[in-house]
Protein backbone atom coordinates (compact mmCIF):
# COMPACT_ATOMS: atom_id res chain seq x y z
CA UNK A 1 0.00 0.00 0.00
CA UNK A 2 1.43 3.30 -1.07
CA UNK A 3 1.80 5.83 1.63
CA UNK A 4 3.02 8.75 2.77
CA UNK A 5 3.90 10.66 6.08
CA UNK A 6 4.90 14.28 6.32
CA UNK A 7 6.99 15.60 9.70
CA UNK A 8 8.94 18.09 11.32
CA UNK A 9 6.22 20.67 11.74
CA UNK A 10 6.10 23.16 14.41
CA UNK A 11 5.85 26.59 15.85
CA UNK A 12 8.53 28.74 15.01
CA UNK A 13 8.79 32.87 15.03
CA UNK A 14 8.82 34.37 11.96
CA UNK A 15 12.47 34.19 10.62
CA UNK A 16 12.77 31.09 11.45
CA UNK A 17 12.86 28.44 9.70
CA UNK A 18 11.76 24.38 9.42
CA UNK A 19 12.43 21.22 7.44
CA UNK A 20 9.13 18.75 6.45
CA UNK A 21 9.57 15.74 5.83
CA UNK A 22 7.71 13.29 3.14
CA UNK A 23 8.65 9.34 4.01
CA UNK A 24 7.45 6.83 1.60
CA UNK A 25 6.36 3.26 2.29
CA UNK A 26 4.70 1.35 -1.18
CA UNK A 27 6.77 3.34 -3.77
CA UNK A 28 10.05 4.34 -4.67
CA UNK A 29 9.94 8.61 -4.28
CA UNK A 30 12.87 8.40 -6.70
CA UNK A 31 11.02 7.87 -9.68
CA UNK A 32 7.94 10.18 -8.92
CA UNK A 33 7.09 13.60 -9.08
CA UNK A 34 6.52 15.39 -5.98
CA UNK A 35 4.20 18.29 -4.55
CA UNK A 36 4.34 19.86 -1.96
CA UNK A 37 0.97 21.83 -0.75
CA UNK A 38 -0.44 23.69 2.07
CA UNK A 39 -4.07 24.77 3.33
CA UNK A 40 -4.49 27.05 5.95
CA UNK A 41 -8.45 27.48 7.50
CA UNK A 42 -10.85 28.77 5.75
CA UNK A 43 -8.72 28.68 2.36
CA UNK A 44 -8.66 26.23 -0.58
CA UNK A 45 -5.14 23.67 -1.08
CA UNK A 46 -2.36 25.49 -2.68
CA UNK A 47 0.79 24.28 -4.55
CA UNK A 48 4.11 25.70 -2.79
CA UNK A 49 6.67 23.58 -4.81
CA UNK A 50 7.13 20.46 -7.11
CA UNK A 51 9.94 18.95 -8.68
CA UNK A 52 9.46 16.47 -11.64
CA UNK A 53 9.96 12.79 -11.94
CA UNK A 54 13.13 13.56 -14.17
CA UNK A 55 14.02 15.42 -11.39
CA UNK A 56 14.70 18.57 -13.45
CA UNK A 57 14.33 22.01 -12.10
CA UNK A 58 11.87 22.40 -9.25
CA UNK A 59 9.10 24.83 -9.06
CA UNK A 60 7.92 26.95 -6.43
CA UNK A 61 4.87 29.48 -6.08
CA UNK A 62 5.99 33.16 -6.06
CA UNK A 63 4.68 33.21 -2.14
CA UNK A 64 7.69 30.82 -1.51
CA UNK A 65 10.23 31.76 -3.85
CA UNK A 66 13.84 32.67 -2.57
CA UNK A 67 12.74 30.96 1.31
CA UNK A 68 11.65 27.05 0.42
CA UNK A 69 13.52 24.81 -0.91
CA UNK A 70 12.63 21.09 -2.49
CA UNK A 71 15.33 18.15 -1.97
CA UNK A 72 15.34 14.54 -2.68
CA UNK A 73 17.09 12.05 -0.18
CA UNK A 74 16.61 8.81 -2.64
CA UNK A 75 18.51 6.84 -0.11
CA UNK A 76 16.33 7.44 2.62
CA UNK A 77 13.21 7.32 -0.10
CA UNK A 78 12.31 11.00 1.58
CA UNK A 79 11.85 14.80 -0.07
CA UNK A 80 12.05 17.65 1.82
CA UNK A 81 11.21 20.99 1.76
CA UNK A 82 13.62 23.52 3.25
CA UNK A 83 11.48 26.60 4.89
CA UNK A 84 13.29 29.56 5.55
CA UNK A 85 13.10 32.98 6.42
CA UNK A 86 9.26 32.04 7.72
CA UNK A 87 6.08 34.42 8.06
CA UNK A 88 2.96 34.34 9.83
CA UNK A 89 0.81 33.78 6.13
CA UNK A 90 3.26 30.63 6.03
CA UNK A 91 0.79 29.16 8.80
CA UNK A 92 -0.63 26.00 7.54
CA UNK A 93 -1.01 22.08 6.86
CA UNK A 94 1.62 20.96 4.94
CA UNK A 95 0.97 18.34 2.69
CA UNK A 96 3.25 16.21 0.37
CA UNK A 97 2.10 14.09 -2.62
CA UNK A 98 2.92 11.94 -5.98
CA UNK A 99 0.78 11.56 -9.27
CA UNK A 100 -0.85 7.96 -9.89
CA UNK A 101 2.40 6.86 -11.50
CA UNK A 102 5.83 7.45 -12.46
CA UNK A 103 5.56 8.34 -15.87
CA UNK A 104 2.74 11.35 -14.50
CA UNK A 105 4.40 14.37 -14.39
CA UNK A 106 7.60 12.71 -15.29
CA UNK A 107 8.86 16.03 -17.61
CA UNK A 108 7.11 18.79 -15.76
CA UNK A 109 5.84 19.07 -12.42
CA UNK A 110 2.36 21.06 -11.41
CA UNK A 111 1.46 23.12 -8.65
CA UNK A 112 -2.23 22.10 -9.06
CA UNK A 113 -3.44 19.63 -6.45
CA UNK A 114 -6.03 17.51 -8.98
CA UNK A 115 -2.88 16.26 -10.84
CA UNK A 116 -1.99 14.26 -7.29
CA UNK A 117 -3.79 10.89 -6.29
CA UNK A 118 -1.37 10.06 -3.24
CA UNK A 119 -1.50 12.44 -0.41
CA UNK A 120 0.20 12.09 3.28
CA UNK A 121 -2.06 13.38 6.28
CA UNK A 122 -0.28 16.65 6.59
CA UNK A 123 1.86 18.16 9.35
CA UNK A 124 0.93 21.04 11.15
CA UNK A 125 3.24 24.63 10.46
CA UNK A 126 2.42 27.55 12.45
CA UNK A 127 4.58 30.84 12.79
CA UNK A 128 3.93 33.32 15.73
CA UNK A 129 5.51 35.38 18.08
Known amino acids: QEQLVESGGGLVQPGGSLRLSCAASGLTLEYYAIGWFRQAPGKEREGVSCISGKNDDPEYADSVKGRFTISRDNANNTVYLQMNNLKPEDTAVYYC??????????????????????WGQGTQVTVSS
Open 97 to 118: ATPEDPMSLYYYCSLWPDEYRT
